[in-house]
C-alpha cells in the first residue's frame, strides 16, 4: 500500500452499505495498488476509466438481487440446454485501455467454450463476458456503461429496483432491446416479474416458478 492509496483507503472504511465514492486523476498504477491492498475479500467494487475510479459498497438488498439473478440465468442456461459460465464479480481490465471494472455478475454463454478452465481471463486474448449484470439501487452504472462499451461487452442487464432494462450493443452505446440475445426467450418483463416475486414468495418459489414457466413454453 502505498502514500497515495491511502486516502481512498481511509474513505473506502468510513462508506457505508449502498453509498458510493468518485475520484478523478487516480492513476492506473494507484487503482492497481487499490486492488491490491483492498485484497479478494473486500465489501466494495472498484470501476476505474482513464483516471476516474468509481468505489460502490452494495447494499444487503442489493446483494439479494444479484444472487437470485445469478441462479436464474443457471435455470436459463440448464432449461434451455445451453452453455453457461458465471465470473461472478471477477475483476475485468485492460491496462492498455486503462479500463477496470467488477460487474455485480458476468456470464459467458456464446464464448462458453471459450473460457472453460481458463483462470485468470485475460482481456488480451480472451473475449469478454457476454452478459454483464448491474443493480443500480442507489446509483447509476453510468460509468461501467462506458467500459463495458469500450470492452465490447455484447449485452447489459439493468435492474433500478422495480424495471429490468437489457440492452445490447451498438456502434454509439447500449440500446434497449426487447428480448436477451444470449437467452432469447428473456424479456424485460419477465425478469421484472420473477425479481419482484423473489421479494414475495422468496427466491426459491420464485426459481421454480421460472422453471416451470420455461418448460411450458417448450
Avoid at 440448464?78 to 471477477?90: A, Y
Avoid at 467500459?147 to 424495471?163: C, K, P, S, T
Avoid at 418483463?189 to 421460472?210: D, I, M, P, V, Y
Wanted: aromatic share 8%; proline share 6%.
Amino acid at each position: 500500500m502505498t502514500t497515495q492509496t491511502q486516502p481512498h483507503i481511509d474513505a473506502i472504511s468510513a462508506l457505508l452499505p449502498g453509498q458510493t465514492l468518485t475520484f478523478d486523476e487516480v492513476s492506473w498504477d494507484e487503482y492497481d495498488q487499490l486492488l491490491l491492498g483492498l485484497g479478494h475479500r473486500r465489501r466494495v467494487r472498484l470501476a476505474y476509466n482513464r483516471g476516474r475510479l468509481e468505489i460502490i459498497s452494495p447494499s444487503s438488498k442489493h446483494e439479494r438481487y444479484k444472487e437470485f439473478l445469478s441462479h436464474l440465468a443457471r435455470v436459463l442456461a440448464i432449461e434451455l440446454g445451453c452453455e453457461l459460465e458465471s465470473l461472478g464479480s471477477t475483476t475485468l481490465r485492460q491496462q492498455w485501455q486503462g479500463r477496470g471494472v467488477e460487474p455485480d455478475v458476468c456470464f459467458y454463454v456464446q464464448n462458453a467454450p471459450r473460457i472453460i478452465g481458463k483462470n485468470p481471463i485475460d482481456l488480451n486474448v480472451d473475449p469478454p463476458p457476454d452478459v454483464v449484470v448491474e443493480i443500480d439501487l442507489s446509483h447509476p452504472s453510468t460509468i461501467k456503461q462506458s467500459i463495458y462499451h469500450g470492452m465490447g461487452v455484447r449485452e447489459l442487464w439493468n435492474y433500478d429496483g422495480q424495471q429490468a432494462t437489457i440492452y445490447v450493443l451498438t456502434e454509439h452505446g447500449y440500446a434497449q432491446a426487447q428480448n436477451s440475445m444470449a437467452f432469447p426467450v428473456l424479456t424485460p418483463n419477465l425478469l421484472s416479474e420473477f425479481l419482484e416475486k423473489s421479494e414475495t414468495a422468496g427466491q426459491s418459489a420464485a426459481l421454480q416458478e421460472f422453471s416451470a414457466r420455461l418448460r411450458g413454453q417448450r
